[in-house]
């Protein structure tokens, strides 16, 4: 968690399968942490059984995208969330 204090980001792609620690346990250290709270985390992940999507939701993964994706598919899914973050102004 090193990076994010040395780099503050404004979105975090995270892989389920990481070498040292579990990615859903990344993801409860930056969804607990007062800082980091509010930064969008997309899961992508090979794990596509629907307990494995509904537990990174429910742990506050703002979206979950299953392997193999392309890459027009995680951009779209990225800008659909900077577009929620964004306010509309109404005229």
Do not use: C
């Not at 007062?34 to 930064?39: E, F, L, N, P, V």
Request: no cysteine; aromatic share 6%.
């Amino acid at each position: 968690m090193l990076a994010l204090e040395k780099h503050p980001v404004d979105l975090v792609v995270l892989d389920l399968m990481l070498p040292r620690i579990s990615g859903l346990d990344v993801l409860k250290m930056i969804k607990n942490n007062k800082q980091w709270h509010s930064i969008p985390v997309i899961i992508e992940s090979a794990r596509s059984d629907e307990s494995d999507i509904v537990e990174g939701l429910e742990l506050g993964a703002d979206d979950y995208v299953t392997k193999p994706f392309s890459q027009k598919v995680l951009l779209a899914r990225i800008h659909k969330i900077f577009e929620r973050k964004e306010p509309k102004m109404l005229f």
